[in-house]
């Protein structure tokens, strides 16, 4: 049973912008971790694209760097990815999790959301 339900994907046109959510169950490791985004693109592996520790600092990789903001809402155990000027290569399924320091997931996956990119 995945401990994160995530969403706010969709269908956006190139130069888009979405913003997704992920609630966290009480049960997860939300309040005793970093948490991250994934992205699996289609044929490729599951990536971390954005992180926050607990104390609120951001890392991102490459792709998202200047156009993607991760935030948390500890009260509500939940995690934001707000995305703006949105590519093709952009799509893929989009996952919340726990993560490490060295970038891997804690806990559970979820469902994730679908975020495709095209015009």
């Known amino acids: 049973q995945g401990q994160f339900v995530e969403s706010g994907g969709g269908l956006v046109q190139p130069g888009g912008s979405l913003r997704l959510s992920c609630l966290a169950s009480?049960?997860?490791?939300?309040?005793?971790?970093?948490m991250g985004w994934y992205r699996q693109a289609p044929g490729k592996k599951r990536e971390l694209i954005a992180k926050?520790?607990?104390?609120?600092?951001?890392n991102y990789g490459e792709s998202g760097q200047g156009r993607f903001t991760i935030t948390r809402d500890n009260d509500k155990r939940t995690v934001f990815l707000q995305m703006r000027n949105l590519r093709p290569e952009d799509t893929g399924r989009y996952y919340c999790?726990?993560?490490?320091?060295?970038?891997?997931?804690?806990?559970?996956w979820g469902q994730g959301t679908q975020v495709t990119v095209s015009s």
């Open positions: 999790n726990a993560v490490s320091d060295g970038g891997a997931p804690r806990d559970s």
């Open positions: 009480i049960s997860s490791m939300f309040s005793l971790s970093a």
């Open positions: 926050i520790s607990l104390a609120g600092r951001t």
